[in-house]
């Protein structure tokens, strides 16, 4: 079975902080997705990988940044956290390469709580 | 705005009964899924329709697909209490520059034993 993993279910900072949410899949896919789910607005996708080191943007990538050095682990960086970031944040892998490619089945992580104060 | 937009927003149903779930979409599609979500948890990825197809089954779910009406619905027969959850389409659109899947707000369903 997949499995997707997300390095906290409840996390609070404070306003300012540096926040660092990691996500590791040990499927060996290709393709990584951080998306924020808020009540009325469904899932959104900040920023997705199609491969180690690349990187595009989503559709609310202001406030983000990510890293993804490794194949199996990819990081969503708040560079300074914002009350208007809190929210519910999930870590999806799917299989296939390329960048054309992504459209096929997404496995999801449990989720991080995310609050700022 | 969202591609993919689910109806009803919120339904309620007696153990036993039947759900039915629908989702519209606005452009042409190269396939949409259906994701069910348990409350405060990630999303569980249950069945993918490509545009060619018109329904699709597996063990109680039943999902169709009609490309003229930009419409998918999803059927879960004989409910029970544990499908209480969310329910999410996802659409990816057909065409150049086609890269992620677009999720709808979600329909919530619950089954009252």
């Known amino acids: 079975d997949v499995k997707v993993t997300q390095s906290s279910r409840y996390l609070v900072k404070r306003t300012g902080e540096k926040v660092f949410l990691e996500c590791v899949q040990d499927m060996d896919h290709e393709n990584m997705f951080w998306y924020r789910q808020d009540p009325g607005l469904g899932l959104r996708l900040i920023y997705f990988?199609?491969?180690?080191?690349?990187?595009e943007k989503g559709d609310i990538p202001e406030g983000y940044s990510v890293s993804r050095e490794k194949k199996e682990r990819f990081s969503l960086i708040l560079e300074s956290a914002s009350t208007n970031q809190t929210s519910m944040y999930l870590c999806?892998?799917?299989?296939?390469?390329?960048?054309?490619?992504?459209?096929?089945?997404?496995?999801f992580g449990p989720g991080t709580r995310l609050t700022v104060l | 705005s969202q591609q993919g937009e689910e109806d009803p927003q919120a339904l309620s149903i007696q153990e036993g009964e039947n759900a039915t779930m629908n989702c519209s979409y606005k452009t042409s599609i190269n396939n949409l899924q259906w994701y069910r979500q348990n409350s405060g948890r990630g999303l569980v990825h249950l069945i993918l329709i490509r545009s060619n197809e018109r329904e699709k089954h597996s063990g109680r779910l039943r999902v169709t697909l009609d490309t003229s009406k930009k419409s998918s619905s999803l059927l879960i027969t004989a409910s029970r209490a544990a499908d209480t959850a969310s329910y999410f389409c996802?659409?990816?659109?057909?065409?150049?520059?086609?890269?992620?899947?677009?999720f709808g707000k979600g329909t919530k369903l619950s089954v009252i034993p």
């Open positions: 999806a892998s799917s299989p296939l390469g390329g960048r054309s490619l992504l459209t096929d089945t997404q496995y």
């Open positions: 996802a659409t990816v659109i057909s065409g150049a520059g086609s890269y992620q899947l677009t």
């Open positions: 990988s199609y491969d180690v080191k690349m990187k």
